[in-house]
DNA sequence: CATTGCACTAACAAAAAGTTAGTGCCAACA
DNA sequence: TGTTGGCACTAACTTTTTGTTAGTGCAATG
C-alpha cells in the first residue's frame, strides 16, 4: 500500500501501514485497537451520547469506552462535543474520515458476521486435529 | 448488524458482533487483534513464508506471528502447508473466506493511509489544545 | 569452527486491559 | 429525610496480553 511519489511537481507522499514508524500504522493500531471497531461502528448511525455507546457495545468498560474515544478523537475520527452542565452531557459522532473508515469497517462486520458457519466448522475440525 | 430470522422455512442465524457471546465477535478479535490485520493483508499477494511474512511486517516477533496464524488458521481464514523437512518449509496462504476479508481489509488500509495528512493535522490541533 | 536460515516454543519481563472506587450535581423514589 | 440512579469520566490496583530472550536440530556457508 507504499505509494510512489509522482514525477510531476507535486509528488504524493509515501504511506505504508507496514512499516512500523508510519501515522498510517498508528493510526490502524488506533482504529482497530481493543475497542476502536465497535466504537467507530456505533458511532455509525449518528450522534451518541456516551453511556449510550457503552451500552450498545457489550462488554465494553467506561475505562476502555473513555480511553478509546479520546484516542479517536485525537487522529480527527471522532468529534466530541460537550455541553457545560452538570450532570455532564457529552455526545460522539464521527467526522468524514470517521464515516470513511466506518464505511469500510460495516464491510469488514457484514463478511465476519456472515462467516459464522463457515468458522464454527473451521474451529471444530482445527480442534479435533490437534 | 443483527440479521432477522426469516418467516420461511430456513431461518438466518442471529450473528451480531456487538454481543459478547456471539462467534462473530470473536472472530472480529481475531481479526482485528494486535498483528491481525497486518497479517492478512501480508497473505493478500498469494501463499508466503514464514520468515517472508515476519520480513513484510515491521515489527512483528516469530512469537506474536506464529501465535496470530495458529488463531487465523483455527477460524478458517488462513490454510497452512507444512513440509515434512528439515529446515521445516512451511507455506500459509488465505482461504476463501480469509480472501474476502482481506479485500475489506486493503479498503480500510486505502483509506487510513490516505487520510496521514489529515490525522496529523488532527492530533497536531489535539495536542496543542490540551 | 561460527554463523545463518528454517519455523516455531518456553520462560520471564513489560505493557495493556480490566476491575473497583471515586467525583459532584440533580431528579426520582421509598 | 436517605437512597438510588443518571451523567462522563479518572485513580489505584489486579489480571491478561504482548514483547524479549533463549532454545530446538538440520544443512549450507565463510
Given at each position: 500500500m507504499a505509494t510512489q511519489p509522482d514525477?510531476?511537481?507535486?509528488?504524493?507522499?509515501?504511506?505504508?501501514?507496514?512499516?512500523?514508524?508510519?501515522?498510517?500504522?498508528q493510526v490502524l493500531e488506533t482504529v482497530t485497537g481493543r475497542w476502536g471497531v465497535l466504537?467507530?461502528?456505533?458511532?455509525?448511525d449518528g450522534a451518541i451520547r456516551f453511556n449510550a455507546l457503552r451500552r450498545r457495545i457489550d462488554g465494553v468498560s467506561e475505562k476502555m469506552l473513555a480511553?478509546?474515544?479520546?484516542?479517536?478523537?485525537?487522529?480527527?475520527?471522532?468529534?466530541?462535543?460537550?455541553?457545560?452542565?452538570?450532570p455532564p452531557h457529552v455526545e460522539y459522532r464521527l467526522s468524514e474520515l470517521g464515516e470513511?473508515?466506518?464505511?469500510?469497517?460495516?464491510?469488514?462486520i457484514e463478511v465476519l458476521e456472515d462467516s459464522v458457519p463457515e468458522v464454527t466448522s473451521a474451529q471444530q475440525n482445527y480442534d479435533a486435529r490437534d
Open positions: 514525477t510531476g511537481p507535486s509528488a504524493e507522499i509515501i504511506a505504508d501501514v507496514f512499516q512500523r514508524g508510519c501515522t498510517s500504522r466504537t467507530v461502528a456505533g458511532l455509525r480511553q478509546t474515544l479520546q484516542a479517536l478523537e485525537r487522529d480527527g475520527i471522532v468529534i466530541r462535543e460537550a455541553r457545560a452542565t452538570l470513511r473508515i466506518a464505511d469500510r469497517l460495516i464491510g469488514l
